[in-house]
């Protein structure tokens, strides 16, 4: 590839920007809540046909799923769900790549909260506004604009492309897994989830947790007639933050060098009681438990287990009833793709020709549906996009469109190389 014709694509790009907000908004605009994904896919289909990708679209069942249950956890329906995949056939004798990016959502709350609405698509500046313009419908425009600067630069690939606009992803990812188990398959996989233009080759995993602590109820005026569930859920809730902390203090992994948790423990949800003035004699409490990659999901989710059951040991009352661990919903199991491994290489690659500098390299502790390539789908696969996950699921969510055209020129310039030219 000449640098005239790269530089071509590039200018395409650059000249394309607003076709490129044209075509986020149209996707932004659709409200696409997780479990709500039918009207946007019409629109990633449209979007589809209109660059003369062959199409499919199909619904994944719980029957397809179900011997992977416990990696994506069941869903609250499965109909009115489709997944659509894009494929721009090659020409012989390339590799073949996935594009990935999950079109679902999450509720955007309030509306009264957002300067501009949550569905509305606004434009300020060099900023694109709307619950999933970061995450990650900014991704799945990344992927459009560079087939079409592609196409525009006469460049035909001689390795086939997929793009995968999956459903489900914030709630345990049955749509990326629908897709390997349809058979789609590739000999790379990049999801654009937002990563402000680093290569994430490594991602930590969860446990879904729930532990349930029972006590004895009695009146609130007559408190030392009953044993309080929620008094003697503190004590197991302490220790699970000491082994946070030694965790932290005795796990290393190169990839998660600079993160100053590696292994979060959080509780989103607790909840207790039914009467004010009744000692509580039950706490559910719900949350998710970390693991980096190297750990085995079975293994690791027992050690909770005994965990949790050796320090209820250390109270009268617990060591007499314990407290029961469950793992429920989808697990996520870690991924990683070595950094050394061709695909990552070969995208830093075609990051520092774009920008002119290496790309940061690193891990990042929440779950995607990049452990559903890697560990299901036997696949490699990186994370690579425009985008700060810090304001994703935030009021006010946005996205640079300069930065989207920078990850768009990364991309065309991988797939030059990952899939190779044919004249």
């Known amino acids: 590839m000449t640098n005239d ?23 932004v605009r659709i409200p696409s809540v997780t479990g709500d994904e039918g009207a946007v896919q019409d629109q990633v289909q449209s979007l589809f046909e ?24 069941d869903q609250p329906s499965y109909e009115g769900r489709p997944n659509v995949v894009g494929t721009l056939a090659g020409a012989g004798n390339g590799r073949s790549i996935m594009l990935n990016g999950h079109i679902d959502v999450v509720d955007p ?120 569930a929620v008094e003697k859920f503190i004590p197991i809730f302490q220790d699970l933050q000491r082994w946070e902390a030694e965790r932290n203090a005795s796990l290393d992994h190169p990839l998660f060098a600079d993160a100053a948790n590696k292994i979060p423990i959080s509780f989103g949800k607790v909840r207790s009681g039914e009467w004010h003035s009744t000692v509580p004699e039950t706490l559910i409490a719900e949350g998710r438990i970390g693991l980096l990659p190297g750990e085995d999901m079975h293994e690791f989710q027992e050690a909770v287990r005994q965990r949790v059951l050796n320090a209820a040991k250390q109270d009268f009352w617990l060591s007499q009833h314990p407290p029961d661990v469950e793992f429920f919903s989808g697990q996520f199991a870690p991924g990683e793709t070595r950094p050394d491994e061709p695909l990552p290489t070969a995208l830093a690659s075609a990051h520092q020709q774009v920008t002119g500098q290496a790309p940061i ?16 789908g036997n696949m490699p696969c990186i994370i690579y996009g425009a985008g700060d996950v810090s304001v994703a699921h935030q009021n006010d969510e946005h996205i640079s469109i300069s930065d989207i055209q920078t990850a768009a020129k990364t991309i065309a310039t991988l797939l030059i190389d990952w899939c190779g030219v044919t004249d």
Request: charged share 25%.
């Open 109 to 228: 709350g309030d509306a009264s909260f957002w300067k501009h609405g949550p569905w509305s698509g606004a434009v300020e500046g060099d900023l694109l506004y709307g619950r999933g313009s970061c995450d990650m419908k900014g991704g799945m425009a990344t992927f459009l604009l560079a087939i079409d600067a592609l196409n525009a630069a006469g460049i035909k690939l001689a390795g086939e492309v997929k793009i995968a606009a999956t459903v489900g992803e914030e709630d345990g990812g049955f749509g990326s897994l629908g897709t390997i188990l349809r058979g789609h398959r590739a000999d790379g996989v990049v999801i654009s989830e937002p990563t402000r233009l680093a290569i994430v080759a490594a991602q930590a995993g969860s446990l879904v947790a729930r532990i349930t602590v029972t006590g004895k109820s009695a009146h609130g005026a007559m408190r030392d007639e009953g044993v309080s």
């Open 5 to 27: 014709r790269l530089q071509r694509v590039f200018t395409e790009i650059d000249n394309r920007r607003d076709q490129l907000i044209a075509d986020l908004q149209s996707l």
């Open 50 to 73: 209109t660059r003369n990708l062959q199409i499919d679209r199909w619904e994944t069942s719980r029957e397809d799923i179900l011997p992977y249950m416990e990696h994506v956890g």
């Open 361 to 376: 390299v690193t891990g990042i502790t929440a779950g995607t549906d990049m452990r559903l390539y890697t560990e299901i």
